[in-house]
């Protein structure tokens, strides 16, 4: 007796099977992908977010080498106005001696 080989039994599970695998083989890959570039964009969002503390730290320093500077400054204007007036008593003083003394003259 010969037997009889039905093809169709024999194939379609092997190429339904095959299917399967291969669209399990895409997801997979696919989904890999995915991870990877959400891998790639958390380090770059974590890279930037570095370099803005950097640059927060970098504002504070120049935000306070500002207030440093715009003290020295007031400090400046400060001694600047003690200076003229004590030179504007001084002048005062000279010149009323300088009067006594023209004074004397005549």
Request: zero cysteines.
């Amino acid at each position: 007796m010969l037997l009889q080989v039905n093809y169709e039994q024999i194939f379609t599970p092997i190429v339904v099977s095959g299917i399967v695998a291969l669209v399990v083989w895409i997801f997979r890959t696919k989904t890999e992908e995915t991870k990877e570039r959400i891998d790639a964009r958390q380090e770059e969002i974590k890279d930037i977010q570095e370099r803005q503390n950097k640059h927060g730290e970098r504002i504070a320093v120049l935000e306070k080498d500002f207030l440093n500077q715009q003290n020295g400054i007031n400090e400046l204007k400060l001694a600047l106005k003690e200076q003229k007036a004590e030179f504007t008593a001084q002048f005062n003083h000279l010149s009323s001696q300088n009067n006594e003394i023209l004074k004397q003259l005549k």
